[in-house]
């Protein structure tokens, strides 16, 4: 029986109660109104009705008859059989978006959702459990940025389970940076960091968890140290970026769902567009999918203005990679996991032999060599030389971006500095070349007291 059913025989017999005492005389015609909850007009109106037809007179007219504003039969099974046949596996809310861009649906997303349900096509969704008060966002963006993979089967057409690596922020909502990857780990990482980076600028924080690549955790469970740095933790510590934590999944509550969003829709939409491999997923992902989940889900920060810390890209490009520091062969090479790096020709210094240097292996795999703040070769993945020269704007910053103008002013101390004196002269410009060039041939050496005594001249 029907919730206006049952209403309709209660209030049946309570009027059958006040209408006897109004017949008795105990109570007026106002009084009985006003005992029932309606005006004394519609009170009459029900009087005249039950002495001509009885309770019959009483039941509500309205029910049992189809609404004016009911949606056409034929309209709701041509809505069933679209969910059916191309949306299946969608949610209420995803499937109306579909339905109102694509398909003119015209009716909303109530009647959307209970109408599918009715028709078993959609599942009810559990009653959510008690209330928890959730940490405010950041005020500005910038502030806080979170980044997480997530391994799941993304592209249905792969029988393979991938990483998706997604950067966002705290204050918005917005996603910055997404994209799949087979597993998650330091260059993931690094490469979404640079995707921020480079049209955002520095942010204030990064809000991760304690996998191996983010910290070095000593034992299971316990805190993660913060003296023993990953390359993640070196770079951002280098770059000023505050590294922040997680003890627990319900800490990373707001990444964790905007990952049951993506995977929810995601995988659809990758469906939809017939994907089947990474590169065109990603390429999918970034120009069309992340938009329009921005301008669905972000929401505006409450403070105007921005945190982000706008830097050029020559402050950061060079510190977001794996730094790892060799001692230069006596073929002037470098030994870099089984690659052997040759050391082109430089100006500054005849050979590098035995001398300490750092290899730099960039997210996409290409390789540099530095020899302190200096830039002296770069190399594709393979290891062959590219055609890299140093300038000033390859070099590495020796301190945070906000002291910019101490990294130049080193840089034209080095210009200017002298060979040391053990150096050979090859390479080296004539007029810095120090005790190599012979005697020319006028001099003589200096004679000692015994040689000027046989030379001189002899007395008439």
């Not at 996998?211 to 770079?235: C, I, M, N, W």
Request: hydrophobic share 35%.
């Amino acid at each position: 029986m029907r919730r206006t059913e049952i209403l309709q025989g209660v209030r049946m017999l309570k009027f059958r109660d006040v209408f006897g005492r109004c017949e008795e005389g105990g109570l007026s015609k106002l009084e009985a109104a006003e005992l029932l909850g309606v005006n004394e007009r519609t009170f009459r109106r029900w009087c005249r009705r039950f002495d001509e037809d009885g309770e019959a007179g009483l039941l509500d007219r309205r029910l049992g008859k189809p609404s004016p504003k009911r949606v056409p039969a034929r309209e709701a099974e041509e809505i069933e059989a679209l969910y059916r046949e191309r949306y299946q596996g969608f949610t209420a809310k995803h499937f109306h978006e579909h339905a109102v861009r694509n398909h003119g649906l015209r009716w909303g997303y109530t009647w959307t959702k209970t109408y599918l349900q009715e028709r078993s096509c959609l599942k009810k969704a559990p009653r959510r459990g008690a209330h928890r008060r959730k940490r405010q966002r950041k005020p500005l963006p910038g502030m806080m940025l979170h980044q997480d993979g997530s391994r799941h089967h993304w592209v249905p057409d792969l029988d393979l389970a991938l990483d998706l690596i997604v950067t966002l922020d705290d204050a918005t909502g917005a996603i910055y940076s997404a994209f799949l990857v087979e597993e998650e780990g330091t260059f993931s990482s690094l490469r979404g960091l640079a995707e921020v980076f480079a049209p955002h600028g520095l942010p204030c924080s990064l809000y991760t968890d304690r996998a191996s690549h983010y910290f070095f955790t000593p034992k299971a469970g316990e805190k993660a140290d913060p003296h023993a740095l990953t390359q993640v933790g070196r770079a951002l510590a280098q770059l000023g970026i505050e590294h922040i934590a997680a003890y627990s999944p319900q800490a990373r509550g707001r990444s964790e769902r905007t990952f049951r969003t993506l995977q929810d829709r995601l995988p659809k939409e990758l469906a939809l567009e017939c994907i089947a491999d990474v590169e065109t997923a990603n390429r999918f992902i970034a120009e069309t999918f992340l938009p329009t989940y921005n301008a669905r889900f972000a929401v505006a920060a409450t403070e105007p203005g921005t945190a982000f810390v706008a830097v050029a890209r020559a402050q950061w490009q060079d510190v977001l990679c794996v730094q790892e520091e060799r001692i230069v062969q006596n073929d002037n090479t470098v030994l870099f996991q089984g690659r052997r790096l040759q050391i082109p020709p430089s100006g500054q210094r005849p050979h590098f032999v035995k001398a300490k240097v750092r290899v730099h292996q960039y997210p996409d795999g290409t390789l540099a060599i530095f020899h302190g703040p200096r830039r002296i070769a770069g190399y594709s993945a393979q290891g062959s030389e590219l055609d890299d020269v140093a300038t000033p704007s390859s070099m590495t910053p020796c301190s945070p971006p906000s002291r910019r103008g101490l990294a130049r002013a080193e840089l034209a101390a080095l210009a200017q500095r002298r060979p040391a004196l053990t150096a050979t002269a090859r390479g080296v410009p004539a007029r810095l070349r120090v005790g190599t060039k012979k005697r020319p041939s006028g001099r003589t050496k200096k004679l000692t007291a015994s040689k000027q005594e046989n030379l001189a001249p002899v007395p008439a």
